[in-house]
């Protein structure tokens, strides 16, 4: 039986986080959306896809996204831009 590396075991793992949260967001439950990408990123900090997924549902829930983080993360994204004129006043 050959063994995984750490490495390629996280990345699968992330790729399936990814998923999720996608597919949530697909689905139109953003709640959960919000919630699994949330709980992704303290396992994976600063993943640059993971914050834009949670950033994107944080704003269909009405909340504020973290526009610094993002734009740290993306530069000036057209998609960064969706997400700020979306933001709760």
Known sequence: MKLRSTK???A???SAA???VWGHI???QHEEAHALASACLELWPGEKNLLLLAGYAAT??????DLAELRKAFGS???L???ARRQPA
Do not use: K, N, R, V
Not at 60 to 65: D, H, K, V
């Open 81 to 83: 831009e969706l997400i």
């Open 18 to 20: 990814i998923g999720l």
């Open 12 to 14: 699968e793992e992330l």
């Open 77 to 79: 994204q057209p998609c």
């Open 8 to 10: 390629a075991a996280m």
């Open 60 to 65: 269909e829930l009405g909340m504020p996204a």
């Open 26 to 28: 697909g689905a139109l």
